[in-house]
């Protein structure tokens, strides 16, 4: 477990694992509620707490519960920012989005001493994605495969390593689910120019062995750096059937 000092209780917490981080998608200028997990409010009791992870920098603690009231970070009080509060609700509220809101955000839960933290939101805007109609794939139960992505993008100067994210929407689901993450070297990606412009497209793969019907879904790669995220072009992964060894009859 990762130990993390909590600025808004002056004291330090031990994290659980994060089961998985969902992506929401808005538009710059959108009002957005990012939700706090059941698994944590239902009870409605322990400190709630709201943390902020913008990429590549420290995990910033944004507001808290006190008692039946909230508290404010004086680094979020600009207004736009507060919390939906009933019995079985602390949802985080942002009014007219910036781009310095796209970040990973996290509800958390004091209790006994010990940080337990739900599954955590990444919020990226629909201006900055790249999505196009997934390519389809049909694949026979307990087969093995290679998922391929790419992402095109206008090359900067940007020194920062690139975070490399493959994201899965199932059925029935509202939002995309990260799965594997990686830190890119950039030997995969080649430049080029578009109308003068110096652009580079970059390529990603991801093994996947032994699928089964709950690997069904679409696939996305998402690449990120210096405050930006870029999704490439998309995979629907269809699973059919299933496998069955050879008979050899004599």
């Given at each position: 477990?990762?130990?993390?000092?909590?600025?808004?209780?002056?004291?330090?917490?031990?994290?659980?694992?994060?089961?998985?981080?969902?992506?929401?998608?808005?538009?710059?200028?959108?009002?957005?509620?990012?939700?706090?997990?059941?698994?944590?409010?239902?009870?409605?009791?322990?400190?709630?707490?709201?943390?902020?992870?913008?990429?590549?920098?420290?995990?910033?603690y944004v507001v808290r519960k006190v008692e039946n009231n909230y508290r404010l970070s004086p680094d979020f009080r600009d207004g736009r920012i507060n919390v939906t509060r009933d019995q079985k609700r602390f949802d985080l509220n942002i009014a007219g989005t910036k781009e310095d809101d796209a970040a990973t955000y996290f509800c958390g839960k004091m209790a006994d001493n010990v940080m337990y933290f739900g599954s955590g939101t990444l919020l990226v805007f629909a201006e900055k994605t790249n999505l196009h109609v997934p390519n389809q794939k049909v694949i026979r139960s307990g087969e093995s495969d290679t998922l391929q992505c790419s992402v095109q993008e206008t090359a900067s100067s940007c020194a920062e390593e690139q975070s490399v994210y493959w994201l899965k929407l199932g059925s029935g689901e509202s939002h995309k689910g990260i799965i594997y993450t990686h830190v890119n070297n950039s030997n995969q990606c080649k430049r080029g120019s578009e109308a003068g412009v110096p652009t580079q497209s970059c390529s990603y793969t991801l093994p996947k062995s032994q699928l089964g019907h709950d690997d069904a879904g679409i696939y996305h790669c998402a690449v990120a750096a210096c405050g930006k995220i870029l999704f490439g072009n998309g995979t629907k992964v269809d699973v059919k059937g299933k496998t069955f060894d050879k008979i050899l009859l004599p």
């Open positions: 477990m990762a130990v993390v000092v909590n600025p808004g209780l002056d004291r330090s917490v031990k994290t659980t694992n994060i089961a998985e981080i969902q992506v929401q998608t808005v538009s710059r200028g959108d009002n957005v509620t990012i939700k706090c997990g059941e698994d944590l409010t239902r009870d409605n009791n322990g400190n709630l707490i709201w943390y902020k992870q913008s990429f590549g920098n420290q995990p910033q």
